[in-house]
């Protein structure tokens, strides 16, 4: 059924989710402070309709139906007759909360108002709230047309109507939905921290180089992408910025340490492919480096990171942030890996996996490597995921 959906912040995220909601039909309202953007977020939906066209999976007549269900406004009070209000501004706790609460302001009381954040709590968010129980967190990947997950995330406000709604409204666009706690890092963003964080820790032991490592995570552990091209891709500020965030919100659990050689080539503008350099140079004609083919070193390298992201995996479902089924849907719709975590750790078997931990428990003495009680547990038990 059509709906009134509001989307606010015409930035990256939120002009592909209100060209999500129009594609389903919706009429959307997109509102964006800065008058400029709305205009570049325009632009950004025509052209990326224009290229369904070209492959023939939309026609000339629905590129512009889908163009007319979005209005571009300037002004919240544009937003006023939404039924569900997508937030997707700048991720700062403050400006949220004032838009959120002059929103409320403006709306329905049966309105529901999500958000987009990656890092904040919702729980926060709603308190700025009067009627807090419409509250939501509705986490889309990047690029928001393409990438098929989303995380629903309610927060201890949140009404059982309101997580259904937005479920099944969610469902209906086509999006696999994963429903996990309001925890830092949600689902995706807190088990895919090892990629990254074990990677560089490797680097900085010197046990290899980035194009290595990158190497071992390709062809041994079938990831589209290695850790240091990963990180290039994405930013270098941002992907820090997610680690420092996850970091200081799990209290400085040494699991999630930031790396200083990431931070290095943050403030020294190095931020990847966005800038010409990060830990790979992009400029033309650069050389990309050779990774060092040696089998025993790549199978090491890939086995060390493999087990880490699975002991988060696994501390995910022991800390009940999601369902297990809902945990390695959230890592292979939503990040692309080539299994789910659980699954793999079945695979390889939850003893060896345990032994293994163990032996770098051992090694470093350091509590980032300690096998979650959990897989104690079931390793003691006999039991596996699935
Ligand atoms: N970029 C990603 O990969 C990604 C992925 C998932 C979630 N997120 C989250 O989505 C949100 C938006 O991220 P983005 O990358 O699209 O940002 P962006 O910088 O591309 O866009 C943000 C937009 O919000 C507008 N804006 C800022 N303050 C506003 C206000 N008070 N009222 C109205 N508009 C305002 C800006 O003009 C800008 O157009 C953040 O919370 C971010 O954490 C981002």
Redo the contacts with the bound molecule.
Sequence with gaps: MSKIIGV?????????IAQVAAQCGHSVYL????VE?LE??KNGVSTSLEKLVEKGKITVEQKSSIESNIHYVGQ?EGLSTCQLII??????ME??H??FFSLEKIVSDDCILA??????SIASLGSSLTKADRVIGI????P?TIMPLVEIIPAVQTSEATINEAVSLIQSWGKTVVLCKDTPGFIVNRVARPFYGEALRIYEEGLADFATIDWAMTHFGGFKMGPFALMDY?GND?NYAVTESVFSAFYFDSRFKPSFTQKRLKEAGFFGRKSGRGFYDYSSGALSPEPTLNNDLGLKIFHRILLMLINEAIDAVFMQVASKEDIDLAMTKGVNYPKGLLAWADEIGLENILNQLQVLFDEYGEDRYRPNPLLRQMVKRKQTFF
């Design positions: 606010i912040g015409a930035g990256t995220m939120g002009s592909g509102m964006d402070a800065n953007q570049r977020a919240l937030e997707a501004i700048v991720e700062k400006v949220k004032s838009v958000s987009n954040t990656s890092s904040l986490h889309f990947f990047n928001a994405i941002v």
